[in-house]
Antibody
Framework: EVQLVESGGGLVQPGGSLRLSCAASGFIFGDYFMDWVRQAPGKGLEWVGRIRNKANSYTTDYAASVQGRFSISRDDSKNSLFLQMNGLKTDDTAIYFC????????????WGQGTLVTVSS | DVVLTQSPLSLPVTLGQPASISCRSSQSLVHTSGYTYLHWVQQRPGQSPRRLIYKVSNRDSGVPDRFSGSGSGSEFTLKISRVEAEDVGIYYCVQGSHWPPITFGQGTRLEIE
């Protein structure tokens, strides 16, 4: 069974930093692109960024709203995905979901349960 | 960036009746590969999202056959043949044909009337 479990959320002051983790199991983690998606309170889904797999050089892409502040990395040996968030703003308050390739062109796109990040003074 | 526009944004439906959600793109979603990476995601109240339909019309594993997707180019539709209580939630279209960025529609809230 595929599982994605996020952790690391919490309350942080504006300008602060936070590192989210996502533990994956039930599939060959290293084969897949991985995404972070967020959802502000009462709002829709917003793609945050993506990291490709080793075959695609682990390259990353980000939404314009987080470019230069957020960084995605992965450790395939530990089946783990990370989101380093720096320079946090109140607008970054959201539930952050990790997901297995949300635009995968084959069956099986999975999402975690999410972790809440609150940016407030 | 590709803009996805969903309609309606709110959809009250009687149990057992059909429902239909439209998703229109600001540009054709046909990828250079020839495939169209337009998908549908369901988010039930208090739950994380799950994908229902991939590449316009293919159901993901475990998705009931009352859900179907159709469309081409820049106009797409998600249909539910007979709405059940468990279908309450918000439905999003999402595109991966022209990224970054991956973009979502605004979401359509389906409720039972």
């Amino acid at each position: 069974e595929v599982q994605l479990v996020e952790s690391g959320g919490g309350l942080v002051q504006p300008g602060g930093s936070l590192r989210l983790s996502c533990a994956a199991s039930g599939f060959i983690f290293g084969d897949y692109f991985m995404d972070w998606v967020r959802q502000a309170p009462g709002k829709g889904l917003e793609w945050v960024g993506r990291i490709r797999n080793k075959a695609n050089s682990y390259t990353t892409d980000y939404a314009a709203s987080v470019q230069g502040r957020f960084s995605i990395s992965r450790d395939d040996s530990k089946n783990s995905l990370f989101l380093q968030m720096n320079g946090l703003k109140t607008d970054d308050t959201a539930i952050y979901f990790c997901a297995r390739d949300i635009t995968h062109g084959a069956p099986g796109s999975y999402w975690g349960q999410g972790t809440l990040v609150t940016v407030s003074s | 960036d590709v803009v996805l526009t969903q309609s309606p944004l709110s959809l009250p439906v009687t149990l057992g009746q059909p429902a239909s959600i439209s998703c229109r793109s600001s540009q054709s979603l046909v990828h250079t590969s020839g495939y169209t990476y337009l998908h549908w995601v369901q988010q039930r109240p208090g739950q994380s999202p799950r994908r229902l339909i991939y590449k316009v019309s293919n159901r993901d594993s475990g998705v009931p056959d009352r859900f179907s997707g159709s469309g081409s180019g820049s106009e797409f539709t998600l249909k539910i043949s007979r709405v059940e209580a468990e279908d309450v939630g918000i439905y999003y279209c999402v595109q991966g044909s022209h990224w970054p960025p991956i973009t979502f529609g605004q979401g359509t809230r389906l409720e039972i009337e």
